[in-house]
């Protein structure tokens, strides 16, 4: 939640990269000379080159931020956070367009048709679990720009025990 604005884990939950829609590979692959020279991280290292089929994931297929260092190669090095993050910000883009949904969602995911709690969630193994507000409150906003307002309420509804 508000990754950007986190200071608690130094960007832990960056250490495994990210799943990334096909999709997404290609909004980012179409700033790949800015996005080189603003990361400083060369396109051939960008992703893993494996993909898989995933009808969940837009464009149905995804694949993986590659991981250099002990952290998602997009990780900022010099500063704190996500590289295509603040490179949206920095180019008045809207990171949704870039950063990868998995990332922005984080540490709510999705898979067999369902929005749950991440793996790190489960296992106890988030840096920050149990400290700020519940995930659902954290992600709220993220929820809603990716399924809605509908889904929203919904959940806003469940949350009120109603």
Not at 51 to 71: H, I, K, L, M, S
Not at 99 to 107: S, T
Not at 121 to 131: A, K, N, P, V
Request: negative net charge; glycine residues 10%.
């Amino acid at each position: 939640m508000s990754c950007m604005e986190c200071t608690y884990c130094h960007d832990s939950c960056c250490q495994y990269g990210s799943d990334i829609d096909g999709d997404n590979v290609a909004r980012v692959e179409a700033h790949s000379d800015a996005l080189e020279r603003f990361t400083g991280v060369p396109h051939e290292r960008w992703f893993t080159g494996e993909w898989n089929n995933d009808v969940e994931f837009p464009g149905g297929r995804q694949t993986r931020t590659a991981v250099e260092n002990g952290a998602c190669v997009f990780r900022s090095r010099t500063a704190r956070g996500c590289m295509l993050h603040s490179f949206a910000l920095d180019r008045g883009l809207d990171y949704h367009e870039i950063k990868p949904m998995v990332a922005w969602l984080f540490p709510v995911t999705f898979d067999g048709g369902l929005l749950h709690p991440s793996n790190e969630i489960e296992d106890r193994s988030l840096q920050c679990i149990d400290d700020g507000p519940t995930l659902y409150k954290g992600v709220r906003s993220e929820i809603e720009w990716c399924f809605g307002s509908a889904l929203v309420a919904e959940l806003d509804a469940i949350e009120r025990g109603g």
